[in-house]
Structures are given as C-alpha cells and as structure tokens.
C-alpha cells in the first residue's frame, strides 16, 4: 500500500527540467513588487471587476497578489491587459488555473519546439497552461481592458526549491536590477491546417 506500481512509466516531457536563466527570471522583480505592494490579505476580497491594480512593467500589465486565509500553497494574482495590450511571454514551474474576470480575447501556449496553440477566452473562462509552457495573453478588445484571475501553486513549489518564472528569449529586458521594462513581442499567430476537402 502506498508504493509505486512496478510496471509504471512516467512520461516526464525534458521542459519541466529547469535549467537557470538568471536573466531572463522574473522572480526578482516579484519579490521586489510585493515587498513594495502587500498583497491583499483576509479571507475574502471583493470586487475583482473594479480593485485597483499596480503596474507591473516586467510583465507588460498591472497587477496585484492575494494571500487570503494565510494560504501557504496557493498563490493568487489579479492581472489587467491594456486595451489590445498584451502580457511578456513567458513559463513558470507552477501549475496555474486562469479565470477571466473580464474581457475577451486569446493566449497563445507552446512548449519549447512544438507548435502554438491559440486559446480563445472571454468573460467568465477557465484554463491552464501546462507547466513550463511559453503562453501570452492578448486582450482582443481595443477600448476596455481584459483581467484574468491566476491561481497557482508557487507556495508548494517555493518551498520545494522548483519555482522558476522565465520570460521567452523575444521578449528583450530594458534596464537593470529590477527596475526594468520589457519589450513584449507578441507570440507568432499559430498556423491553422486546412482540412483536404478530398479527405
């Protein structure tokens, strides 16, 4: 009881492998924005649609945490897209369920050399991008900003020593320390396959 199968084999794609990119780390200008901006803390936040977010300039969006309940597992931020913005591509060691607050629009997920998939959301979504996959949001609306509601297990990961945020090698650093903006290249648009009408 409670041991592994014998004949069990785990597939364990080589992206979930974190190899060190200090550079490209966002986990710096985290910390460094929650020391400044205290996460909201309680057991209950109100009114996500409206709450006043901060900006966060290395993920190209504004944003707050939550730790509500003193939850030591999950991890929650609110995050806003400017109006036909979109956020810095990027993949995290975490897993992460995203509900869409408000808003309509699309992220585009990838793992590192397999092809990118558009996911369309709107208003009242959920999804997760797999673990270590490259992913973006893109607010498809042009007037009225997007939010999206991430939930994610860093605390656990945190303490596991796995926790690794990384930004995709397009998305260009521009300043030092962590005082620094990104240029948030958008994600190519994922090539569609066209059924043969003869098959």
């Known amino acids: 009881m409670g041991e592994w199968p014998e004949d069990l084999e785990l597939q364990v794609p080589d992206q979930v492998f974190v190899h060190d990119n200090v550079d ?9 924005f929650n020391r400044n901006n205290p996460p909201v803390r ?7 649609y409206n709450i006043e977010l901060i900006k966060r300039p ?4 504004k ?27 990027h ?6 369920m995203i509900y869409i607050v408000k808003g309509h629009g699309y992220s585009i997920i990838n793992y590192e050399g397999q092809p990118e ?11 997760s991008p797999p673990v270590w996959a490259w992913h973006q949001h893109f607010n498809s609306d042009p007037n009225e900003t997007a939010r ?13 020593r796995f926790h690794q945020i990384e930004r995709h090698p397009t998305q260009l650093k521009i300043g030092e320390g962590t005082d620094y903006v990104v240029d948030a290249v958008p994600a190519g648009e994922p ?8 098959d």
Do not use: C, K
């Open 24 to 32: 490209a780390s966002e986990i710096a200008a985290r910390d460094e």
């Open 42 to 48: 309680g057991l209950v936040a109100h009114d996500l």
């Open 58 to 61: 290395w993920r190209n969006n």
């Open 63 to 89: 944003g707050l945490w939550f730790e509500l309940a003193e939850n030591r597992v999950l991890s929650t931020h609110l995050a806003e897209l400017a109006p036909g913005g979109n956020s810095v591509r």
């Open 91 to 96: 993949r995290h060691t975490t897993e992460a």
């Open 117 to 127: 998939e558009r996911v369309e959301w709107q208003e009242g979504s959920l999804f």
């Open 148 to 160: 999206y509601l991430a939930i994610q297990d860093t605390g656990l990961v945190r303490h596991m």
């Open 191 to 198: 090539e569609v396959a066209l059924a043969d009408p003869g």
